[in-house]
C-alpha cells in the first residue's frame, strides 16, 4: 500500500479526485470483494487530506474535504486547514468555475466529522517525519502548503517518496494565456516546490494542463457514472452538469475536463500517462506571464539512466499524455465501489 497525503481545494475535480483515492484506499476491503495482487499493490493507506485557499477560501475547502470525506464513506480520514493565502500575491480565487460552496451548488450535510485542529503544515511536516515508509503526496491545488513545508522543515524531503502535481501548462493556460490556475494562484509557492526537486532531489511529477484537458468528461463518460447507481457516482455526475463551460465554449471540448483526478490515476496506473524528464520553472517576476510554467530543456525521458530522477539536470517528469478511455475506465470502476 502507498502511504499517501492529500492536499486539495475542493473544488469539482478536487472532489471526484479525492472520492477515486478513497475508492483506492483500504476502504476497498468490502465483504464479497476480492482483489487481485496488482490491486493490492495500488492501493493508497490515506494517512490524512490537507486544504488550502484555491478555487475557494480554506474555510469553505476544509469544509468540502470533509463532506466528501463523508459521502465516499470514511468519516475516520483525518483533515486539516493549510495555509489560508498564498506566499506572497493576494488570493485569487474560482468561485465562477467551482460555484460559491466549491461544488457546484450541490447541496452536502454539515459535516459530523471534526476538522482537526492541528495547522495543515505541521500536519505535514509531522506526518513525513514520524512515517516509517516514503510517503507519496499529491498536489491537487495551490502549492503553499508544501511550499511551506519544505521551508520549515526541509528535511522531510528524505521522507518524500514522489509529489504528483496538478499544475501549470507547457501550452496556454486557462487563466490567462500563459498561466493555469494552481501555478497562477500561487507562483511563488509553486517555484519553491519545483526548486526542490533539483535542489533536494524530490521526485516530482507534473500533470500539466496540456494533459488534463485531454481527460474530457464526455456526456457517455458522464452518463457511465450516473449510470453506477450510487450516491458517489449520482453526485459526481451532478456536479459535473455545469462544470468548466467556459472552457468547453472557447477549446471547442465535448466535456470538461477532470484535471485533478489525473493525480491520482498516475500514482494508480502510471503506465496511462507518457512522461518526459525536464528542465523547468515558473514565472514569479512578470505580471503579465505571472505563474507561466518555463520549460528550459527536455529530456528523452530515460533520465541519466540510474532510474533515480536524479543526476541528469532535469528537476521535474512532465506529463505529455494520457489514454482517456482507461482513465475513464479506471475512474468509473473505482467509483462503482463506494456507497
Ligand atoms: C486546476 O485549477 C482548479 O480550478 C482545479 O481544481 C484544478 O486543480 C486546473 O487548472
Ligand atoms: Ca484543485
Redesign the pocket.
Known amino acids: 500500500m502507498t502511504p499517501l497525503l492529500i492536499d486539495c481545494?475542493p473544488?469539482i475535480?478536487?472532489a471526484v479526485a479525492l472520492l477515486l483515492a478513497i475508492a483506492s484506499s483500504a476502504f476497498a476491503d468490502l465483504p464479497g470483494q476480492v482483489a487481485g495482487d496488482g490491486e493490492k499493490s495500488s492501493r493508497f493507506n490515506i494517512l490524512g487530506i490537507t486544504t488550502v485557499a484555491?478555487?475557494v477560501s480554506v474555510a469553505t475547502t476544509e469544509t468540502n474535504a470533509r463532506c466528501i470525506c463523508e459521502l465516499g464513506g470514511r468519516p475516520e480520514l483525518k483533515v486539516f486547514a493549510g495555509c489560508p493565502r498564498p506566499l506572497v500575491r493576494q488570493p485569487v480565487f474560482?468561485e465562477h468555475?467551482?460555484g460559491a460552496n466549491g461544488l457546484a451548488g450541490v447541496e452536502f450535510p454539515t459535516p459530523r466529522m471534526p476538522l482537526q485542529s492541528q495547522h495543515g503544515v505541521d500536519f505535514l511536516i509531522e506526518m513525513l517525519l514520524q512515517s516509517p515508509k516514503k510517503v507519496a503526496i499529491a498536489m491537487?491545488?495551490p502549492l503553499t502548503n508544501l511550499a511551506v513545508a519544505l521551508i520549515k522543515a526541509p528535511q522531510i524531503a528524505a521522507q518524500i517518496d514522489r509529489v504528483v502535481i496538478?499544475g501549470g501548462a507547457v501550452g496556454a493556460g486557462?487563466v490567462t494565456s500563459s498561466a493555469?490556475?494552481?501555478f497562477f494562484a500561487d507562483p511563488h509557492a509553486a517555484q519553491v516546490v519545483l526548486r526542490a526537486g533539483r535542489e533536494q532531489g524530490i521526485d516530482l511529477t507534473l500533470i500539466p494542463?496540456d494533459v488534463?484537458h485531454q481527460a474530457i468528461a464526455t456526456p457517455a463518460r458522464r452518463a457511465a457514472l450516473a449510470a453506477l447507481g450510487n450516491r458517489a457516482g449520482g453526485t459526481v455526475a451532478r456536479m459535473l452538469e455545469n462544470y468548466g463551460l467556459r472552457e468547453q465554449g472557447q477549446r471547442g471540448f465535448a466535456g470538461p475536463p477532470l484535471?485533478?483526478p489525473c493525480v491520482m490515476a498516475y500514482l494508480l496506473e502510471p503506465g496511462l500517462f507518457e512522461v518526459k524528464r525536464c528542465l523547468a520553472m515558473v514565472e514569479t517576476e512578470s505580471s503579465l506571464t505571472l505563474g507561466r510554467l518555463g520549460v528550459a530543456r527536455e529530456g528523452d525521458g530515460q533520465g541519466d539512466g540510474q532510474g533515480d530522477g536524479q543526476g541528469d539536470g532535469y528537476n521535474v517528469a512532465i506529463a505529455q499524455s494520457i489514454d482517456a478511455d482507461g482513465f475513464y475506465r479506471l475512474l468509473t470502476e473505482r467509483l462503482a465501489r463506494l456507497g
Request: glycine share 16%; hydrophobic share 30%; charged share 25%.
Open positions: 481545494d473544488g475535480d478536487d484555491g478555487n474560482a468555475v467551482h491537487l491545488g496538478m486557462n493555469e490556475f494552481n494542463l488534463t484535471h485533478d
